[in-house]
């Protein structure tokens, strides 16, 4: 099978050898007496794909042939030597197999149930290998991809350095130590249970299962059996909403942190407690990227004072990680740019970014109303919004009911107007609602605020 093609070869030869990939793919060793097969590199086991060994290499060196797992004496396997060297299902899928001393190992073809060849049992999986190979990374086009989409995951750059590092299998893992020669052993430190390759210590280990499954991640973990940790990562990267990326990659960092802290014997955080911690993280990352974003176009747009006798309500909300709640914050301030009132709090999130947006409309508002003020424009950053809210058609959607809401506003009013403003403008209300996080019940401020509001209050004044 491994025979070169020499140019002079016939015709007949030539296509056999072209061929010999698939042959290569589609079969598989029947053990007679082992001492033709190879225990790491042939495909012998009678497992489903790939019917190769996937336990690491260990005690016995890269030469070695499945007869030397056989007792010349007995006939038997050596089961002790099994057990020591492979993983529990592999141990017991090779225990399983028949040994026969006088018979010759032979090829047996995996396409048909009985293991002869026809050609078109070849075809169907060579159909079956193509589609497969669409969402499987040996696809080269698609492992472009893959590669390139993990520099796009909003975290800083040294996560995605870490996530290339254990995607590409360059993170100094027990098992690729030991394969390299470092140690003489490839166990997990943790837990003494497995060998330590990048899946297990990222996804399989009891410490990592802990964190997944305490974290907002738990569906993936719970409903996911990778077989690599790149597959995962893929899986991930191609199947998850934008946040779950970010905080995908962030919390593995972590328990790859906590697990060398733990190898060192310095203490690390609780696993209980990581998941919280990266969503904190990713939420302080993108928060003060965000803040960069809009300080930058502030000498070109800014916040502009209502006119006399009338006041500004600004509203902004924040979406939280944890896709359960989102904090809102409103500033209501004069012609002159000084602040009369401004409120925070955090609200459960029930459907999507308009409804939300229209939620805070109504909170913000209903306070305004009951501080007393009669002639307010209100600003906030939703187009959609807005048009819905001066439609005269009826809405439709299960927005109604909350754009009917806005709409008797009016009523409790002398004049109400609504505008909306680019995020630069709205930099108060936007701090505010981040700031929502942080105070543990709403929050309600009458001439005066909270300290990470009166910076932007001043820089505001016209
Ligand atoms: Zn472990």
Redesign the pocket.
């Known amino acids: 099978m491994e025979a070169k093609i020499p140019s002079h070869s016939s015709y007949s030869w030539r296509s056999l050898a072209q061929a010999r990939h698939v042959i290569r793919r589609g079969t598989r060793w029947r053990i007679g007496n082992g001492t033709e097969v190879s225990i790491w590199r042939d495909k012998w086991i009678n497992s489903k794909h790939p019917c190769k060994i996937l336990s690491p290499h260990q005690v016995l060196p890269d030469s070695a042939m499945v007869s030397d797992l056989v007792d010349p004496e007995t006939n038997q396997w050596k089961e002790q030597l099994i057990d020591s060297i492979f993983w529990p299902e592999e141990a017991a899928q090779i225990k399983s197999i028949p040994v026969f001393s006088t018979r010759s190992d032979s090829l047996v073809w995996m396409g048909t149930p009985i293991g002869t060849f026809t050609t078109r049992s070849a075809y169907h999986m060579l159909a079956e290998d193509k589609n497969g190979q669409m969402g499987s990374s040996s696809n080269p086009e698609r492992l472009h991809a893959f590669w390139k989409s993990i520099w796009r995951v909003n975290v800083p750059h040294k996560i995605c350095v870490f996530m290339w590092r254990a995607c590409s299998s360059c993170l100094p893992t027990k098992t690729s130590l030991f394969t390299r020669g470092v140690t003489s052993f490839s166990l997990?430190p943790?837990?003494l249970?497995?060998a330590?390759t990048m899946l297990?210590s990222l996804w399989d280990?009891?410490f990592a299962k802990e964190c997944w499954q305490n974290s907002p991640l738990s569906h993936i973990w719970n409903a996911l059996r990778p077989t690599s940790w790149i597959d995962l990562v893929g899986h991930v990267l191609m199947k998850t909403g934008k946040l779950e990326g970010e905080v995908f990659f962030v919390l593995a960092w972590m328990i790859w942190g906590c697990r060398n802290d733990a190898w060192l014997n310095q203490s690390h955080s609780e696993a209980s407690k990581l998941g919280a911690k990266a969503v904190t993280y990713v939420e302080e990352y993108l928060d003060a990227n965000e803040r960069v974003e809009f300080v930058r176009p502030i000498a070109a747009q800014k916040w502009l004072p209502p006119p006399p006798n009338c006041v500004k309500l600004d509203v902004a909300w924040k979406k939280h990680t944890n896709r359960t709640s989102f904090g809102v914050g409103s500033v209501i301030r004069d012609d002159a740019g000084a602040l009369l009132a401004a409120h925070c709090e955090v609200l459960p999130q029930a459907g999507d970014d308009i409804q939300m947006a229209a939620t805070s409309v109504i909170t913000a508002l209903s306070i305004c109303q009951d501080a007393g003020f009669r002639n307010v424009m209100v600003e906030s950053s939703h187009s959609q919004l807005k048009a819905l809210i001066l439609s005269k058609e009826e809405c439709l959607t299960e927005l109604h009911e909350s754009i009917d809401r806005i709409k008797h506003f009016q009523l409790g009013f002398c004049f109400l107007d609504f505008h909306v403003i680019p995020g630069s403008c709205n930099r108060a209300a936007k701090s505010l609602a981040i700031h929502a996080k942080e105070a543990l019940e709403p929050s309600v401020w009458l001439e005066e605020g909270p300290a990470v509001l009166l910076p932007i209050v001043i820089a505001d004044l016209p």
Do not use: L, N
């Open positions: 997990c943790i837990c249970d497995e330590e297990h280990c009891g």
